[in-house]
């Protein structure tokens, strides 16, 4: 091997450089003897030896799944996540629907509208199960046009919402494996 040096002259410094080694043209390179530092492929001529890609094993040694590999192998701690994450989106849209037909009856009583209609029995049949246990916990006030407001449905609204969330967070709690870094 020889050693390059360069020299460049401005007007008032001469700087000398005798820091890079450079094989000549026709020998082979080792690859892991090769840093990134000033090999460009595009302007290197030199032959060189192939990089053979090794595989990567989709597990690690820990047990942990290894996201760099291309078949995206998924180990039980990652489908746990996921699995996780579906049953808490379900819970929420539980919830979410029951919220929903909570706040439609509230609205219906505010409005007085006529209890012998489809919809509105609809909505009153389909809440009657999950109000009853709030039924008779206060007294609804009712104006004289004949409009409720139900403070029960509202309590329940609120209580079906801190259920909710003690849920999720109960299932995150129990089943959610922390992974360390």
């Excluded at 005798?18 to 290197?44: C, E, F, I, L």
């Excluded at 597990?59 to 192998?73: F, H, L, P, S, Y």
């Excluded at 916990?137 to 259920?163: C, D, K, Q, W």
């Amino acid at each position: 091997m020889s050693w390059k040096s360069t020299t460049t002259q401005t007007e008032s410094t001469t700087n000398v450089q005798n820091d890079a080694q450079v094989p000549p043209p026709d020998q082979v390179v080792p690859a892991a003897s090769v840093g990134s530092a000033g090999m460009n492929a595009a302007t290197d001529n030199r032959p060189y030896e192939p990089v053979v890609p090794v595989p990567v094993p989709s597990v690690t040694a820990a047990g942990m799944a290894n996201v760099a590999t291309a078949d995206r192998t998924y180990q039980p701690d990652v489908r746990r996540s996921y699995n996780l994450t579906r049953i808490t989106q379900f819970v929420w849209l539980v919830a979410g629907v029951l919220e929903t037909l909570f706040g439609v009856r509230i609205i219906l009583k505010l409005l007085n509208a006529n209890p012998a209609a489809g919809f509105a029995q609809f909505i009153t049949n389909a809440t009657a199960p999950f109000l009853a246990p709030f039924t008779g916990l206060m007294n609804n006030p009712t104006a004289g046009n004949g409009s409720v407001l139900e403070i029960t449905t509202v309590i329940a609204m609120l209580v079906y919402a801190l259920l909710a969330w003690g849920i999720v967070k109960l299932l995150w709690i129990v089943f959610e494996r922390r992974i360390a870094r």
